[in-house]
């Protein structure tokens, strides 16, 4: 081949796979749903018996991407917030090239002020239409290994000795186990969990313990429990006790209140071993892949962490795990009306689904 001909192959061959804007005109769908538990819902912050969470259908060239955000009461969000956040973009969102899916989030961030959950259903249903759309699992979009996915703990929530009994043998199959903690009830809690099963436990506080003394004395006291590691014991804005608790305990600490976002991730590496990454509150799959990156390349450890929701947000939540060390991703197994069905949970390994984008099915049953 001449040198000329050689030099124009590549480009005469790269053209086709140039974006192309879609043509088929675009459709929205902004909607609540209300999840009932299984159980009621405690933990240090609240109790409920059922959860809104927030829906968006992105369809376009026969395509459609579902997503869905947990908002969070604490940050000024409900699902009604969301929806209508989602619905002042709308004439907007629908004229924008879908394909384009990181500058269009980077613009949806300049556009809606906080509302984090309504970013992270937008989030997940634009690359779930394009995962679809290129006729790949979401995880292959990300260039990950779905055996690398890890077990997902099962959590059990603050309650009486005999129903927290009755929830650790539910959660038989499970070989590890989260425990709220952090009201005065702390050692009838675990004596409950103790009495049913000798499993490994992982721990949250949810900000509960009332000084840094307290803390250490029931970490210490956890970490004979069989505990592996505690979530935030202090509230999120003290840091400065922190270090003062983590010279003073062998099990590591994991921020979790405290670390909403990708730029919390540095700030907190000095008083934290690791932090807990959850979709609905960072805005997204791609800022929530962000907020891991920055935490491995400060050599924290990190947990990939849910709220209360449907298949839909744990599933995607779940092609982000083989990036992480630790998932607390249960939040459907906690729900009795999940519309979905996605990823799977068998002896507590996370299954992921292996069809194109996030691979959901509707639930028939």
């Known amino acids: 081949m001449r040198r000329r001909t050689f030099l124009s192959a590549p480009v005469l061959a790269a053209a086709p796979l140039a974006p192309t804007r879609p043509s088929s005109r675009p459709e929205l769908a902004a909607r609540i749903r209300r999840l ?51 619905e002042s973009i709308r004439p907007w969102l629908l004229e924008q ?5 990181v500058p269009l989030m980077h ?44 077990l997902t703990t099962f959590s059990i929530g603050i309650d009486r000795a005999e129903v927290i009994r009755q929830k650790v043998r539910e959660a038989e199959e499970f070989p590890v186990l989260k425990i709220k903690v952090g009201l005065d009830n702390d050692e009838e809690v675990i004596a409950a969990v103790r009495s049913v099963t000798k499993k490994p436990l992982r721990v949250d506080a949810n900000e509960g313990f009332k000084s840094k003394e307290e803390a ?31 010279k003073r305990v062998h099990i590591p600490v994991i921020a979790d209140e405290a670390c909403l976002h990708p730029p919390d991730v540095p700030r907190l590496a000095p008083y934290f071993d690791g932090v807990n990454v959850k979709v609905d509150k960072c805005g997204g799959l791609l800022e929530a892949k962000r907020m ?25 939540a779940a092609h982000l795990s083989p990036l992480v060390d630790y998932a607390d991703l249960d939040g459907h197994l906690l729900i009795a009306n999940d519309p979905y069905e996605g ?8 299954i992921l689904p292996d069809r194109p984008g996030l691979g959901l099915r509707p639930r028939t049953a």
């Open 97 to 101: 090239n879908p394909e384009a899916f």
């Open 216 to 246: 250490v004395e029931k970490i210490n006291w956890l970490e004979k429990q069989g505990v592996e590691f505690i979530e935030q014991p202090l509230p999120a804005a003290n840091l400065e006790d922190m270090n003062w608790i983590r």
């Open 343 to 350: 990823v799977r949970v068998e002896k507590g390994k996370l």
């Open 36 to 86: 009932h538990l299984r159980h009621t819902w405690t933990t240090v912050m609240s109790s409920s018996e059922y959860r809104d969470t927030f829906f968006v259908e992105y369809s376009r060239d026969g395509i459609t991407g579902t997503g869905e955000g947990a908002p969070i009461i604490r940050y000024k969000e409900s699902a009604e917030t969301n929806r209508r956040a989602v």
């Open 107 to 150: 613009q949806v961030f300049g556009r809606i002020e906080g509302q984090f959950a309504a970013k992270a259903a937008l989030d997940i249903a634009l690359l779930d239409w394009n995962a679809q759309k290129l006729g790949v699992p979401l995880w292959r979009l990300f260039g990950l290994d779905p055996a690398a996915a890890p």
């Open 292 to 316: 891991i990156e920055i935490a491995r390349s400060l050599g924290l450890k990190v947990m990939l962490g849910c709220m209360v929701s449907s298949s839909v947000a744990i599933t995607a």
